[in-house]
Every structure is written in structure tokens, then in C-alpha cells.
């Protein structure tokens, strides 16, 4: 049976999509849990960020497995490379399915050893897509933002690492240039009439997927709606071509 993580799993047949993580950027450990018992079996699988993993979170990442969810630790490592590699070997013990590192060539390559005997699959943070360009000009880079992702979703092929995060605008970029296993994670899914929030590059979750995205992470949409589970099943509903 394929991995729920595969871009080649099979698509479920109800308003459920493994392929949705729905971001759990929330104050406490207690509101996650809540919004996990409100959300039930319309999600499937979870990312866990900064705001929770320095309280618990990636203990509560093994809570979510133990229920059978997929779990994506974002951790965004970006350290030196035995910093990385030790760290990744650390995070491989928790059972998680996903885990984030920044795209830098070194700090791939060193978290794509840390992993190494387990099943954890590493993404590469490309250009965060709360960077628009004269954000990306401010930092000091002359590119654009897709070339600066392309160049990075290079280097992560060439590191060995399972995927990248990067926008819904790059998704058909970088699926032209990478092999079909090749995983790409968007942020900056928006259901039509979302607020953007402070997210700048962002499409809508069929259009990400029509793009080439094999998974997508929608936090606010979800997790802010006046129901939590009713806005899951449709954006859900919306990637299995229901609506």
C-alpha cells in the first residue's frame, strides 16, 4: 500500500485528504488538542511549528501518530552541518513523517545523513512565502523569487533530500524540473474569499495541485473559521474535485 505521504497514495473517497495539513499554530498544547478532537476525521494529517514545539509539540506530534495521523514536524533547522545531522538524528526518533530544514546546499546534505535507517523525509524551505520581492531585494537578493527557488530545488535534488516547501506560484515550475516522487509542499493556500493574512504569494488549493503541489498546509482558513470542520471538509471536498 503506498505511503499517505506518496504523491502516488490513493485518494480517499470522502471529504478527507491526507494530502491537506492543516497548521497548528496555536497558543498552547490544550487548543491544539481541541482543535484536533473538533477537526476529527475530516484531517488526517497535522504540522507542527515553532510556536508549539518549544512547549511539547513534538511530543504531541507522537500523540497524533499514536491516533494514526501524519505528522510534519517544521522545525526549519539551520545550523552548521553536525548541528544538522545530529538534530535530524534526534527528530528521526519521534515517528514523524515530515520534517523541514532550510535550503541551504550544506544543511541538506548534512540533515539527508541525519535521517539515514529511518522514514522520515526531509523538505528543503525554499523562499518563505511571506517574502515578496522587495522583501527578497531588503535581505540582499537580486534574483526573483522563482529563480531563487529553482535554484534551490537543485540543490535539494542534488543533496538527496525528498522534497522542497515553496509557494503555489512555483509548484509548476518545480514540477517540470523534478521527478514525479519528488515532493512539493505549499503554504499560501488560500480558499477563495481568505483573507491573505500576511502570507504574499498564494493560490487557491485547486489551483496549487493543478500547478504540480503534492500537499499543501492551510492554518488560519481552518483553524480561525466559525467552523473548524466544516471549512476542512471543504477545502478537502475542493482537492478531490467535489465542487
Do not use: W
Not at 501518530?65 to 533547522?77: E, R, T
Amino acid at each position: 500500500m503506498s505511503h499517505p505521504i506518496s504523491p502516488s497514495a490513493p485518494r480517499p473517497s470522502k471529504p478527507s485528504d491526507p494530502r491537506l495539513f492543516v497548521a497548528l499554530d496555536l497558543s498552547s498544547l490544550d487548543d491544539a488538542r481541541a482543535m484536533v478532537a473538533t477537526l476529527g476525521d475530516a484531517v488526517q494529517s497535522y504540522k507542527i511549528g515553532l510556536q508549539l514545539l518549544p512547549i511539547g509539540g513534538a511530543e504531541f506530534g507522537q500523540e497524533l501518530k499514536a491516533q494514526g495521523k501524519n505528522v510534519f514536524l517544521d522545525y526549519k533547522l539551520h545550523d552548521i552541518d553536525a548541528t544538522v545531522e545530529k538534530a535530524t538524528r534526534s527528530i528521526s526518533t519521534l515517528g514523524a513523517d515530515l520534517l523541514t530544514v532550510h535550503a541551504r546546499p550544506d544543511v541538506m546534505v548534512a540533515a539527508n545523513r541525519g535521517r539515514e535507517g529511518s522514514s522520515l523525509k526531509v523538505l528543503g524551505v525554499t523562499v518563505l512565502t511571506s517574502l515578496d520581492q522587495k522583501a527578497l531585494n531588503d535581505i540582499g537578493y537580486n534574483d526573483n523569487a522563482e529563480s531563487l527557488v529553482m535554484r534551490r530545488v537543485e540543490q535539494a535534488l542534488k543533496a538527496g533530500i525528498d522534497g522542497v516547501v515553496a509557494s503555489p506560484l512555483e509548484a509548476a515550475a518545480i514540477r517540470a524540473a523534478v521527478p514525479d516522487s519528488f515532493l512539493v509542499v505549499t503554504p499560501g493556500v488560500r480558499p477563495k474569499g481568505s483573507a491573505k493574512g500576511d502570507q504574499k504569494r498564494i493560490a487557491t488549493p485547486a489551483a496549487a495541485l493543478a500547478s504540480g503541489a503534492t500537499h499543501l498546509v492551510v492554518g488560519r482558513p481552518i483553524t480561525q473559521a466559525d467552523d473548524p470542520r466544516k471549512a476542512a471538509q471543504m477545502i478537502c471536498a475542493e482537492m478531490l474535485g467535489q465542487t
